[in-house]
């Protein structure tokens, strides 16, 4: 995983090498992707289940290669699967949301499938909502950074199907000091106009 950000950005450097030629990417978009998503922390032993996620997204390709985005995740509903090694029941999950900004590199690959990367910031708001009464939520925001890698293919006139991973990091859960970082892997759709 450490050697991670280092090919994130060798396959930003290698756009640069891709066919820009892809005219049709400039100009405004929109998506709507989801999938799985994955809770890692920093501390060994506090065990968390995965959740599906969803994001929306609205960006700008000011050049054929090159744009920015912006976007909504709700990056989904955590449960405490196990403390020290021991199963836990009962907890409260946490639950996850950021919005985004990115800049966005894109280019052709082989002529029909587009590979793209972006790389950006996040706010994530990181909650735990009691099902007792009475009970106060907790809640707390952090910013970090994050990079997104992915293809998108063509399937009629200005509609992709996109395949991307992302990597959302340095999120502080519920202000704790526990540290987490998030992967999701997802399917989606993406409108260009």
């Excluded at 996850?96 to 996040?122: C, P, R, W, Y």
Aim: aromatic share 12%; hydrophobic share 45%; no cysteine.
């Amino acid at each position: 995983m450490k050697y991670i950000p280092f090919l994130s950005l060798v396959l930003i450097l290698n756009l640069a090498s891709v066919n820009p030629a892809y005219a049709e990417n400039i100009g405004i978009y929109f998506g709507l992707q989801g999938g799985y998503a994955a809770v890692d922390t920093n501390e060994d032993d506090l065990n968390l289940d995965d959740d599906i996620n969803v994001q929306v997204y609205f960006g700008w390709m000011f050049t054929d290669w090159m744009g920015i985005e912006l976007a909504y995740s709700d990056l989904g509903e955590f449960d405490i699967k196990e403390i020290n090694k021991e199963k836990q029941s009962g907890l409260d999950p946490i639950e996850f949301s950021a919005t985004q900004a990115a800049l966005v590199f894109e280019g052709d690959f082989a002529g029909k499938i587009n590979v793209f990367a972006k790389l950006g910031a996040h706010r994530t708001k990181s909650e735990i909502k009691s099902a007792i009464s009475g009970v106060d939520e907790s809640e707390g925001t952090d910013t970090g950074w994050f990079y997104q890698a992915g293809i998108a293919i063509p399937i009629v006139s200005h509609l992709d199907i996109t395949l991307t991973w992302q990597n959302l990091r340095s999120i502080e859960v519920i202000d704790s000091g526990l540290d987490a970082g998030i992967d999701t892997f997802d399917l989606g759709l993406r409108f260009m106009f």
